[in-house]
């Protein structure tokens, strides 16, 4: 069974600088990997879709990496914002599913960015 | 936006009552699923659908039924609402088919007294 691990779990950073989100997982059979965000009371917005085969995906100011071999997944953000302030979730999709989408969730990490 | 409308928003129950939750979609996607999401649990899936009348189970589906008779709708059932299905509860689609990306309704958050 795929279990997903999001460290730090929380993190507060000051306007401005740059971070890194971790996401590890146990079975690297996986066919892509998702992030996404999630804001207090909201559903989940997709950010980045990144396939097994590739090794990053960007998307303005958010840059994803993908490691299979190893299990390990990063959402790099550059010059945070107070708008980016959420709960981030990171979510590998195995290589077979048999007919639907069975995402594993970690638990994300909550990010503060403080003015 | 996917046009995904979940519906109630909110709604408060009691333990051993039905009830269903409604997840609208208006752009006929194929792949629509049913989560839930609890504090050190992360989102589960419930149940999914791959097509009208084609549904099939995920890692937490005791106590959960599912149908879809249109394209455009998924109904989520508890026949007999229990305390531990009180949680937030997502829908979700593919846009463009499997493996593409997940978007999802803004959730419906029940309370099962």
């Known amino acids: 069974k795929q279990e997903v691990t999001q460290i730090p779990a929380a993190l507060s950073v000051p306007e401005g600088e740059n971070l890194v989100l971790n996401c590890s997982f146990t079975?690297?059979?996986?066919?892509?990997l998702q992030w996404f965000r999630q804001d207090p009371g909201k559903g989940l917005t997709s950010l980045l879709l990144i396939q097994s085969s590739q090794r990053e995906q960007t998307s303005g100011r958010l840059n994803a990496s993908l490691d299979k071999s190893s299990g390990r997944s990063t959402l790099y953000i550059a010059a945070s914002q107070p708008g980016d302030s959420a709960t981030y979730l990171c979510?590998?999709?195995?290589?077979?599913?048999?007919?639907?989408?069975?995402?594993?969730f970690g638990t994300g990490t909550q990010l503060k960015v403080e003015l | 936006d996917a046009g995904i409308t979940q519906s109630p928003r909110h709604k408060v129950t009691e333990t051993g009552t039905p009830v269903t939750l409604r997840c609208h979609q208006t752009e006929n996607h194929r792949y629509m699923y049913w989560y839930r999401q609890d504090p050190g649990h992360g989102l589960r899936l419930i149940h999914y659908?791959?097509?009208?009348?084609?549904?099939d189970k995920g890692e937490v589906s005791d106590g959960y039924s599912v149908s879809r008779s249109k394209t455009e709708d998924f109904l989520l059932t508890l026949e007999s609402a229990t305390s531990s299905q009180t949680s937030v509860y997502f829908c979700a689609i593919s846009e463009g088919g499997l493996y593409e990306k997940l978007f999802f309704g803004s959730g419906t958050q029940l309370s099962v007294l």
């Open positions: 659908s791959y097509g009208v009348k084609d549904t």
């Open positions: 979510a590998p999709t195995p290589g077979l599913t048999g007919g639907g989408n069975k995402l594993t």
């Open positions: 079975d690297s059979a996986i066919y892509n």
